[in-house]
């Protein structure tokens, strides 16, 4: 019945388009009946599965999509998309309880980024942020569109850490920031008298904010053989105890390159 709708409709924009081919009913539905012949085995209740194998005391990994700032009710309404990306979206998403997930690890870059359109403080528009984008390879995956960069900003970091009861972080594409002199972390938003060092209630009031820097120095080039934590460059070591300084969370995964084995347990 819905493809009797349905059809009708799209048969209608083909021809709108100039696009050739007649949809056939019969032959749609054939297809779609094997299809669902061949993944009715694995069709199942997920959350009875998920729950099962937590009682036989096996490890599940949840792993979310987008970032917090997305987030329907968390994030930075009216520019998020219509879900939770938060952690408690997990729970929600898979049919298990709260109390059943004992480590939540947030996964935050070197720097910041966001793809089209919305508030993005820490934004560079210049040469560095050319360089972010270029060396970062910051390209939406499904838009195809350009990333915005700019500065880390852990006000949103650690409204991220809050909102999802972040218990450690993972810090990756730290080796992007190779070869600046100067780097700068946001640490609060000054908006008109007032400053901020949690995210603000309001979307709109980020339109008056302007972020309030913290200086670092920077490092030439991170040894990509670097394996442990002390292998980094002594400023890339001092970014990184910022960030845990500032958030109070601790880093446990740091990536220094997009392969496999570029990635460093602390």
């Known amino acids: ?20 081919g007649n949809l056939d009913i019969n032959e749609i539905t054939k297809t779609y009946v094997e299809y669902g012949e061949k993944i009715k085995p694995f069709v199942t209740n997920v959350s009875v ?9 096996k490890n ?26 938060i952690a408690g979206g ?41 360089h972010l984008q270029k060396k970062g390879g910051e390209i939406g995956t499904t838009t195809g569109r350009a990333r915005r960069c700019g500065w880390l900003d852990l006000v949103v ?23 600046l002199k100067t780097l700068k972390v946001c640490t609060a938003y000054k908006c008109d008298d007032k400053t901020y060092t949690t995210f603000p209630a309001q979307t709109e009031m980020l339109d008056n904010c302007n972020p309030v820097f913290a200086e670092l120095d920077g490092w030439d080039n991170i040894d990509k053989d670097a394996k442990t934590f002390e292998d ?35």
């Open 49 to 57: 599965e998920l729950n099962d194998a937590i009682k036989k005391g």
């Open 157 to 179: 970091v650690k409204h991220a850490c809050i909102v999802s009861g972040i218990t450690k972080l993972a810090v990756t594409k730290l080796d992007v920031l190779d070869g």
């Open 232 to 266: 980094l460059p002594e400023n890339a070591k001092k970014y990184l105890q910022f960030i845990e300084k500032e958030t109070g969370v601790k880093i446990t995964l740091v990536s220094i390159g997009a392969e496999r084995d570029k990635t460093i347990t602390i």
């Open 90 to 130: 997990a729970g929600i998403g898979s049919g298990i309880g709260p109390k059943q997930i004992n480590e939540i690890i947030g996964v935050v870059k070197a720097y910041t980024t966001r793809v089209g359109e919305g508030p993005l403080p820490t934004e560079l528009k210049d040469e560095i942020g050319e």
């Open 60 to 85: 599940i990994l949840l792993e979310g999509a987008q970032g917090t700032m997305l987030d329907v009710d968390m994030g930075t309404y009216p520019y998020t998309t219509s879900s939770h990306t």
């Open 1 to 20: 019945k819905k493809l009797e709708i349905i059809l009708p409709i799209k048969q209608k924009l083909l021809e709108i388009y100039n696009i050739k």
